[in-house]
């Protein structure tokens, strides 16, 4: 446990050298014997055998407040208190900027994660109290949201992480219900026979390969009580993709019970805007399926229908991920009053092809609300990039014999899926975030390895800034 406390005095300090700013005659000593050299995230400890002392730690001049390199010096720190067996330190907040002490902070919660649910033997949880004296109360606030928060990342995190063996259409379903039992989010789960009534062909199909049943679910919170109107988040639920008859290889596959982050991403911010009360009214929708093979899969060649009544054709049976979104944000955007549709999906590999493992693709219908989106994930440390729509590629979208096709030749894969999904979103203003190459990896930055978690910090945001009344 990473505690954060505000009143105990120890007698080992933190201090925060922005550069040699920090003036004190031992660090003058360090920085001549060049023991310290005050790089940005450069920590040197030095504490005797009680260890009691001061840990320095180095920060660049001049970072907003909010930058990655803040949160990330914050994980080392966390790590390098752990390994040094330094459990109790303070931090005088007095004469330092409560945003950057706040980054801070973030980075060490951060490093509290760690996914070791099918470990017999449990890692050893690092127990480190951060006392931090004389903070004003909005820092304590803002510290308080920050764990409400973390907490909705890392139920992202475990849901993502945990195995599909585990973690299928039902049980993820009875696994949302339990999470929200008692609290102000509301919870409906559709069953097989109910989502065929609402008539979702492209979702069924998807998951009619497997012997696990789908299911459809609908997360509702309204804290404010003036208007029945909401944004809406819908989250791809793969809960797992073999490609089905487009069988991915193997090394391609090993990931795929990864497949529903989107879905994790909408219900850990959804349990971080209901725990933190906001006056905000937020539907949060994904739908549940496995794509896999059997005698009663899809097939490459088809031509299935859709709950808006668009007929698709089936090019490649790995491209499911935008036929169960078709129907989720259809049913977002007429079943539901939606002011605004997000909706994050693992969809394409292209997206890492062309981003990388850190920054997440976009595409939007609307440029006001997309600036939002796009400001929300600056702030929080998850950069989103808007990638253009062309008349051309919305004639590629297209099909030959149907009115749609889900696999599209000729490159701009982001893209493309992107305008297949704005499609159904019926003119509500829409942006889709591509987080295939973002939500699962190694360990990097603040990140331990596995699930990141990414999207439920730049919803929250979102909504935060945006969407309260
Ligand atoms: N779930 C995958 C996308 C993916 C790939 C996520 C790699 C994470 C890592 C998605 O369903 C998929 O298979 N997409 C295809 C689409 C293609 C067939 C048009 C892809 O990107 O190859
Ligand atoms: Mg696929
Ligand atoms: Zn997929």
């Not at 026979?193 to 492209?202: C, D, F, T, V």
């Not at 959804?270 to 006056?279: G, P, Q, V, Y």
């Not at 969809?347 to 493992?357: I, K, P, Q, R």
Request: proline content about 2%.
């Amino acid at each position: 446990m990473i505690k954060i406390t505000y009143d105990n005095k120890f007698n080992t300090k933190l201090v925060l050298d922005l550069e040699g700013k920090a003036k004190s005659k031992e660090l003058e000593l360090l920085l001549e014997k060049k023991l310290f050299s005050a790089k940005q995230g450069e920590i040197f400890v030095n504490v005797n055998l009680n260890r009691e002392g001061t840990v320095y730690l180095a920060l660049e001049k001049g970072l907003d407040g909010c930058h990655d390199k803040i949160r990330t010096a914050g994980f080392n720190l966390a790590k390098k208190l752990v390994q040094e067996k330094v459990s109790k330190i303070n931090l005088d907040c007095k004469e330092e900027d409560p945003k950057l002490v706040s980054t801070l902070i973030q980075g060490i919660l951060y490093s509290n994660y760690n996914f070791d649910k099918y470990k017999t033997t449990k890692l050893d949880k690092e127990e480190i109290e951060v006392s931090l004296l004389n903070a004003p109360k909005a820092l304590k606030d803002k510290i308080k949201e920050l764990e409400v928060v973390i907490n909705g990342v890392n139920i992202a995190r475990d849901f993502v992480n945990t195995r599909a063996i585990d973690l299928y259409p039902e049980s993820y379903a009875n696994e949302i219900v339990k999470l929200f039992k008692g609290s102000k989010v509301k919870v409906e789960v559709y069953d097989k026979k109910q989502i065929e009534e609402l008539g979702m062909h492209a979702l069924l199909a998807v998951g009619s390969g497997s012997d696990k049943e789908p299911r459809f679910v609908v997360m509702k919170y309204f804290g404010n009580s003036e208007t029945d109107k909401h944004i809406t988040f819908v989250g791809k639920g793969l809960t797992y993709d073999s490609g089905g008859y487009d069988l991915k290889p193997g090394k391609s596959m090993f990931d795929m019970y990864d497949d529903m982050a989107g879905s994790a991403a909408v219900v850990g911010a959804i349990k971080a805007i209901s725990d933190m009360k906001l006056k905000a009214n937020v539907v949060a929708v994904t739908g549940l399926v496995e794509n896999l093979i059997s005698g009663h899969a899809y097939k490459n060649g088809d031509i299935i229908s859709s709950m808006k009544g668009s007929t698709i054709e089936i090019g490649s049976t790995d491209a499911e991920g935008r036929l169960t979104l078709a129907d989720t944000i259809y049913y977002a955007a007429t079943k539901l009053n939606s002011t605004h549709i997000i909706e994050l999906s693992t969809l394409t590999g292209s997206v890492g092809v062309a981003f990388g493992s850190d920054i997440v693709g976009a595409i939007a219908n609307d440029d006001d609300f997309y600036s939002k989106v796009f400001e929300a994930g600056k702030h929080v440390g998850e950069l989103n990039w808007r990638l253009p729509i062309t008349d051309t590629l919305k004639e590629a979208v297209k099909g030959e014999f149907a009115d749609l096709r889900n696999s599209i030749p000729g490159g701009a894969g982001v893209i493309t899926a992107g305008i297949f999904l704005e499609h159904f979103s019926e003119g509500v203003p829409f942006v889709h975030l591509d987080i295939a190459s973002t939500a699962n990896g190694g360990a990097k930055r603040y990140y331990a390895a596995g699930a990141t978690g990414v999207g439920v910090r730049t919803l929250y945001k979102l909504v935060a800034s945006n969407f309260c009344k």
